[in-house]
């Protein structure tokens, strides 16, 4: 168990370059070799086809991915998870609009497959990392959700952990402030504990640093 009020980050491995990022289940590395083969397909061919692309890093259990989905049938929700069940699970109950996907979402946004179309990023109440190589917020994983955001994209984070919303504040210098993206009316396992115990939730949005909210009409 994690004692989120005295975590603290732990000391992570500097990326050498892009095509070696870490990350479970082997890291961007092995996304073009031919154990990951099947599943990039599956990837390519759900953001190949047309309108928004929404990404939930860490969808847990799904009550979140799931409801957006529904509610928001025009946008396609890929849900990145780590843990097997999980997506076995949200696999079987999942809509059109959404795909669950076994993978890191290090090594998705390192590979440099969503570059410029993602419209949407959740990252909701992510487990702080004991280990470095197991931290996903890292300098090289914000420059790959910049790199992956549509002009006016928009990342939504949020956690309960004070140390890691300071960490993730740091990250995002130069990100400007966005407006929050519709919220699920379902919560996740972990906001259901915030809500009952009364737990101080940090959350935000942001735009990545190369958009201009003067240039968005959403904004005006």
């Not at 491995?13 to 289940?25: E, I, K, N, Q, V």
Request: aromatic content about 6%.
């Amino acid at each position: 168990m994690v004692d989120r009020n005295a975590w603290t980050p732990p000391l992570t491995p500097t990326r050498a370059d892009r095509a070696r990022s870490p990350g479970a289940l082997g890291g961007s590395r092995l996304f073009d070799m031919p154990p990951l083969a099947e599943l990039r397909r599956a990837i390519l061919s759900f953001i190949d086809a047309p309108g928004p692309i929404a990404v939930e890093v860490g969808f847990d259990f799904g009550e979140v991915i799931i409801d957006q989905a529904i509610r928001l049938p025009e946008t396609r929700w890929l849900g990145l998870e780590i843990r097997a069940a999980q997506v076995i699970a949200l696999s079987e109950r999942a809509p059109p609009n959404c795909l669950p996907a076994r993978l890191d979402a290090r090594t998705l946004f390192g590979a440099g497959v969503l570059d410029g179309r993602i419209s949407r990023v959740d990252i909701l109440f992510p487990t702080p990392a004991l280990k470095g190589r197991h931290l996903l917020w890292t300098p090289a994983f914000v420059t790959d959700l910049a790199r992956s955001l549509t002009p006016s994209g928009v990342l939504t984070v949020a956690t309960d952990v004070p140390a890691l919303a300071q960490l993730i504040e740091q990250l995002l210098t130069g990100w400007p402030e966005a407006p929050p993206p519709p919220r699920a009316e379902a919560l996740s396992r972990r906001e259901r504990v915030c809500r009952r115990d009364d737990i101080t939730c940090w959350w935000t949005s942001r735009f990545a640093p190369s958009h201009d909210p003067q240039s968005d009409p959403s904004t005006t």
